[in-house]
């Protein structure tokens, strides 16, 4: 069974610097990643997403997540952090045979001016 | 607006009653998702369907549970008799399985459920 493990229950950072959320998985097979955001009280939206190729993929709002196989990471980046970053991160697993995606437990980001 | 939509988004009930949860799904999307997500935690996963046909159900999904996706567009989340521990945002999703798509779920805002 797959399954994603997201160490901080929390990060926070200042406006302007970099951001860094963990993701780390466990799945058969290689893995098709993906990062979630959510806002208060909203469905979740997708970031961007891992299925091969590159390791460095980029999405949405200037994030980007590099993909790790060794290390079987799949951190979630910005290089200068907004305010308006500050959200729920959900990170996401699905085998490539698979055709459900299981979420880690999510990470509390917030930026401060 | 041709995203995923839930209603109701929220819904307080009292215990031991029925509550019925719709969702209408991306319209060229085969593939509709039920998760259940509680206050900071991920999403947990509850059923999913391919079409009309129900594929897969979660070991949470007790009796009380039903879904249904009976044309294989709207799907419909039925929780009978329900318990305080029903409380949660419930999340649907959809997914096309056509060829060259890689899965990723399309969410919906969410229905709120309050069991007092």
């Known amino acids: 069974a797959q399954s994603v493990a997201q160490p901080e229950d929390q990060v926070n950072v200042a406006e302007g610097n970099p951001l860094t959320v963990k993701c780390t998985y466990s799945v058969s097979g290689n893995p098709y990643l993906f990062w979630y955001v959510q806002y208060p009280n909203r469905g979740l939206q997708f970031l961007l997403k891992y299925i091969t190729g590159d390791n460095l993929v980029k999405g949405s709002y200037g994030f980007e997540a590099e993909f790790n196989k060794s290390q079987t990471s799949f951190h979630l980046k910005k290089p200068s952090a907004l305010v308006s970053d500050s959200a729920l991160y959900f990170c996401a697993v699905r085998p490539p045979s698979g055709n459900k995606l299981t979420f880690g437990g999510g990470t509390r980001v917030l930026v401060k001016p | 607006d041709t995203g995923v939509s839930q209603d109701p988004r929220h819904k307080i009930t009292k215990r031991g009653q029925n509550v019925t949860f719709r969702c209408d799904p991306i319209s060229e999307h085969n593939r509709l998702y039920w998760y259940r997500q509680t206050l900071g935690q991920g999403p947990e996963f509850l059923t999913y369907f391919q079409n009309e046909a129900q594929l897969e159900k979660s070991r949470l999904l007790s009796d009380r549970f039903s879904a249904e996706r009976p044309k294989g567009s709207f799907s419909t989340l039925e929780i009978q008799r329900t318990e305080q521990g029903d409380s949660a945002m419930y999340l649907c999703?959809?997914?096309?399985?056509?060829?060259?798509?890689?899965?990723?779920?399309?969410f919906g805002e969410g229905s709120r459920l309050t069991v007092l």
């Open positions: 999703a959809s997914s096309s399985s056509t060829r060259g798509s890689t899965g990723e779920l399309f």
